[in-house]
Structures are given as structure tokens and as C-alpha cells.
């Protein structure tokens, strides 16, 4: 049976911060210096200039520890030692990321230099230079070899290596060798590539949709594609097929 839990308010007392529920009733100890906002079901909170979660019952699910937290979204954190900030909030040091789920336990150690959005059940990482992709046990699913890499779509994602992109599945599996030197995501089963000074479209096997023959591809929209060939703009339509003004 699904609890209707309180909706919870910032509470100030002093110089200190906590919850409470909609009758002023202290949830969450007003002790913290200063609280995020609830994000499924946890909220960051800050003392002595570490942060930790809290829990909407009030309890704390990390010590509170690290330098810089992210809120949750699916499920997972990221959690950060070592970085450090100017008062304008530019970023000195970086410092060392890693993961936690919703128990507060590190899944990725804190040792990666960045990283990013969670999808498709992995989780790109940053070491040095290189990205590559771990799942959420903690296991390396791509090595970290890459030198750029976009965002998921139609299940693939595409990764730069020796200057070249192509895309791989979320098994790590390469399903598009890297022979182009520019690449869009998958919008509705078609992305845009560059080889050499010209553009076209392909499928998600890498079969062409289209010649490579453009001199300049659009963004999809309204299902067409603009497109430049010869100094004349027109549109294609999601099978390749081309109109231009006569």
C-alpha cells in the first residue's frame, strides 16, 4: 500500500536549516547549513561545507562527507571528493567523481574525473581523456579508450577514436565503424554522418539512407530534414526522398 507521505518545507531556525511538514511539525533536524531540494525521495544537505542525503523521514543515508553532490534521478547520485570552486562558482580543481545508489552505497568508486547522464542502464565515465561506459554493479561494460562520445539514442551512441566516429550498442558492441569524421544522434531511426566535405543520412545497421552528397544537413524536425546541395537548400523527407524548389 503506497504511503501519502507529508509534503516537506524548508525550515530555517537561526542560521541552521531543516523540514517540516505543512503543520510546522520538524521532520528533518534543523542542524544543516544549508538543503537542497527533494528529488525522489532525497534531499542533498550541506554541514561544515560536505554535503550528504537525507531521507524524507530524516534519515541520513551517507555520512555527510563529500564535496559536491548531484540530486537523484533514476535511482543514482553522483558524489564528488576534491573539488574545489571560487566564490563565483568557477571550478579550480576538479576533483574525482563516483556513483551511489538510493541506500547511499558507492556502486562507482570515487575515482573518475567526470561523469555523465545515466541511460540505457550505464553510465559514461571520464578518466583523463578517455570515456568509456560502466552499468550500475559497477562493472566496465566499454574500456575507457574513447576520446569523445555523444548521448544514447535508438540504442546506439556514438564514440570519437583516432579522430573518427562510428557507433556502438549498450553491450559495447561496435555496430558502425568509426569512418566519419562527423556524426548526428538517431532521431526516429535516421542520423546524419560526414565523410570527407560531405553529408548524408544512415540507419541504424549503417546502411545509407542517402548518397553522401550534401553540402550541409539540418536538424529533423516536422518530418523533414533541411538540406544544402549546391548553394540551394531544400528538405528530405525520412526515406531520402528530396524536395527542392524547381
Known sequence: ???????????????????????????????????????????????????????????????IRYDAVTDYKGGYARVNFGIRKKENGATVLGGKWGVINKDGKEIIPVQFHDIGEFKEGLFPVRLNEKWGFINTEGKTILQIQYDDIDKFSDGLIAVKSGGKWGYINTEGKTIIPNNYIAVGSFTNGIAKVKLNNWWGLIDPQGRGVTPIKYDDIGDYGNGLIPVRLNKKWGYLDVDGTEYFEE
Open 1 to 63: 500500500m503506497k504511503m501519502n507521505l507529508p509534503r516537506l518545507i524548508p525550515y530555517r531556525k537561526g542560521d541552521k536549516w531543516g523540514f517540516c511538514d505543512e503543520s510546522k511539525h520538524v521532520i528533518i533536524p534543523v542542524k544543516y547549513d544549508s538543503v537542497g531540494s527533494f528529488s525522489e525521495g532525497m534531499v542533498k544537505v550541506e554541514l561544515n561545507n560536505k554535503w550528504g542525503f537525507v531521507t524524507s523521514e530524516g534519515k541520513e543515508i551517507t555520512d
